[in-house]
């Protein structure tokens, strides 16, 4: 969706770009690079930390944004709630490709392993073989 008149009037086309509403998430993530998620009010499954993670993007976070998902922090994303803590993370994963690219790998091995469609059958398949159905 559309960015904020407050946050459109950060674009300065240099250091600071805004951009609107783009047509493939997915891909505009890997064409950037980085995902930050500052939520610090809200709730329910954080679905764009884990499309960030399938893009093998790097995500910096804050603990609310990245709650109930199976994540370290400083393995698939970092984690900072106060603010000078979280653009200093920014600037980390920014600064530091080797960081950058280890934390937007784990990402990606998290998505395979725990949230992917195969995941999920199996963790069904799982459930349900271990409570059979009682005749009634």
Do not use: M
């Not at 783009?22 to 995902?35: I, P, S």
């Not at 393995?75 to 994963?93: K, P, S, T, W, Y």
């Amino acid at each position: 969706r559309a960015p904020s008149y407050d946050v459109s009037a950060l674009h300065n086309g240099s250091s600071v770009i805004v951009h609107g509403p783009v047509e493939n998430a997915t891909e505009f993530r890997r064409a950037h690079g980085n995902n930050i998620v500052p939520l610090f009010s809200g709730s329910g499954v954080r679905i764009k930390i884990l499309e960030a993670f399938a893009a093998q993007c790097p995500v910096v976070s804050t603990t609310l944004g990245a709650e109930g998902l199976l994540v370290r922090d400083g393995v698939h994303l970092l984690i900072a709630d106060e603010a000078q803590h979280f653009a200093r993370a920014c600037v980390q994963v920014l600064s530091d490709a080797k960081l950058s690219a280890q934390i937007g790998a784990s990402g990606r091995e998290l998505v395979a392993l725990s949230y992917s469609w195969s995941a999920s059958i199996a963790s069904i398949v799982d459930f349900v073989g271990s409570n059979p159905a009682t005749p009634t």
